[in-house]
């Protein structure tokens, strides 16, 4: 049988990566592919009870600011760890493509360019935790402060989870960290322009999913 593909979405808040992690999964399903569509952190039941406590803001730790970034970083490696193991690798295996709104550049961005932890250590982590998995690609989508912000108050309104929430200046690193590991790795990064219509980023989307056939 043959192996499955493995597609991460990644990419600042009000990217439109849950959007294009759809469409693309309609096209994909469209052209005869089994398809699966899971998100970071989650996609099994203890993933997602990970997820919980990562992000909702009545979770535990808010009177004293949320999760210090080792801790952050040890919750994220445990939920994809359960993920991995328990459908992302099993899927892969069956033949099925998978496609993931974050993955592990995600960590790498928001709890080491947003946190300040060393990318080697978020690295071991991802090596004892996943056995070092990393997508067949990883679409980057890229969308301007002044867009993303337009699209997070559209989205979300005043309801930020604690992440989305943090401060402008937190966020620009993590997307500053995010152009430097697709920089580092352009085998494996497709960066994708998301400011336009969301058919013109699907498109470019398709375009660079073609390097998979």
Excluded at 37 to 62: F, H, M, S, Y
Excluded at 117 to 137: C, E, N, Q, T
Excluded at 175 to 186: E, S
Aim: proline share 4%; hydrophobic share 45%; glycine share 14%.
């Amino acid at each position: 049988m043959e192996q499955g593909r493995f597609i991460a979405f990644e990419g600042g808040e009000g990217a439109g990566k849950s959007t294009q992690a759809r469409l693309l999964a309609e096209a994909l399903r469209a052209a005869g592919r089994e398809v699966v569509v899971t998100r970071e952190p989650g996609g099994t039941a203890g993933a997602e009870a990970i997820r919980k406590l990562l992000l909702d803001t009545a979770g535990p730790n808010v009177e004293d600011g949320g999760w210090l970034p080792r801790a952050e970083a040890l919750l994220f490696a445990a939920a994809r760890s359960d993920h991995v193991e328990r459908l992302i690798r099993p899927a892969l295996a069956a033949g099925q493509w998978v496609v993931c709104d974050r993955f592990l550049d995600s960590s790498r961005a928001y709890q080491g360019g947003g946190g300040g932890l060393a990318d080697a250590d978020l690295l071991d982590l991802h090596r004892v935790g996943s056995l070092g998995l990393l997508p067949d690609l990883t679409l980057l989508i890229e969308v301007s402060p002044e867009e993303a912000a337009a699209r997070i108050a559209h989205r979300d309104g005043d309801e930020a989870d604690r992440i989305g929430g943090r401060p402008a200046e937190y966020h620009a690193r993590v997307g500053a960290a995010f152009r430097g590991l697709a920089a580092q790795d352009p085998g494996r990064f497709a960066v994708i322009d998301g400011n336009g219509p969301r058919e013109a980023t699907q498109a470019a989307i398709l375009a660079a999913v073609e390097r998979l056939a």
